[in-house]
């Protein structure tokens, strides 16, 4: 076959609508969220997106000091703003009940809330690691297993904030590695198992963000790292992709290292 033969019948598939695929992204102005560890960090930055995208927010945290100044922070008209220890399966079923009163449904979970502490693993303490699994994976099932029934009524997004921690070890933090780890396996599994009610389940894995993580007081010395803004961004892009494609788990790297 000549090129010009080739180069036609490329042609012909191209107008037949095979190649053609129409872009519709999901509208999601209106949509309910719900952000544990929204009240700092990453959640805050995800929170400011999902305001500024036209979602209703709610975002949670233990300490109603910080939880007080992110609501100043997103604004008083646009967040609730509860208190609640992710550990504690009455508080998520709590926390989703008051959802549910004040704006009538939930449609996008991002269970976030996490804490790290670092040793030697000869080192770490038992409350450091019942910490760590408690919040980081048990307190990511305890989102999901609260909010599942919304997700399933809403065809809703369940995204978790796992970590490259969840993917590479290293020394200190074998009980982070511990919890991150099961957060992607954990995320992966539920995905399989929630598609057929068409929600879709993502995980996210950023390395280095800027934020309150362990007790760091950010700064101008920490410009190099992911941003919570970059994360919100890539949250907003999630929510708008095609009904039929999932993003199920996703690398978050800093473009430039320090
Ligand atoms: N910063 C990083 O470099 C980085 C990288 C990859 C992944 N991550 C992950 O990103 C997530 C957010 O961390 P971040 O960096 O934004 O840290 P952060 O600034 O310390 O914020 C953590 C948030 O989680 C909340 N939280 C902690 N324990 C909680 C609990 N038991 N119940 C409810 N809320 C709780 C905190 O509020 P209260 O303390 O008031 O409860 C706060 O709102 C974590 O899962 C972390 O592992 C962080």
Same mark, same amino acid.
């Given at each position: 076959m000549t090129i010009t033969g080739i180069v036609f019948i490329f042609y012909r598939i191209s107008q037949s609508g095979w190649l053609k695929k129409e872009i519709i992204m999901t509208n999601i102005e209106n949509k309910v969220a719900y952000i544990t560890g929204?009240?700092? @960090?990453i959640g805050l930055g995800i929170a400011k997106a999902l305001i500024e995208g036209g979602l209703k927010v709610a975002i949670s945290g233990r300490n109603m000091q910080a939880a007080d100044a992110a609501r100043h922070v997103l604004g008083d008209e646009n967040v609730l703003v509860l208190q609640v220890d992710v550990r504690n399966f009455e508080d998520e079923v709590r926390a989703v009940e008051q959802i549910v009163a004040t704006y009538g449904k939930l449609d996008v979970v991002i269970a976030n809330a996490g804490v790290g502490k670092f040793a030697p693993v000869d080192e770490l303490t038992l409350e450091d690691w019942n910490a760590m699994i408690d919040t980081n994976l048990t307190g990511v099932f305890h989102t999901l297993k609260a909010t599942v029934d919304q997700l399933k009524r809403n065809k809703g997004y369940y995204i978790s904030i796992a970590s490259l921690a969840g993917t590479n070890f290293f020394a200190q933090a074998a009980g982070y590695n511990a919890s991150k780890f099961g957060v992607v396996g954990f995320t992966q599994a539920a995905m399989l198992d929630l598609r057929s009610y068409d929600i879709k389940c993502t995980t996210i894995m950023p390395g #280095?963000?800027? #934020? %309150?993580?362990? @007790?760091h007081v950010p700064g101008e %010395?920490? @410009?190099w790292k992911i941003q919570p803004s970059d994360l919100g961004q890539i949250v907003v892009d999630l929510l708008k992709m095609n009904s039929n494609v999932l993003p199920s788990k996703i690398e978050v790297r800093p473009a430039r290292t320090k």
């Open positions: 929204g009240t700092k @960090g #280095s963000v800027t #934020s %309150e993580f362990n @007790g %010395e920490d @410009g």
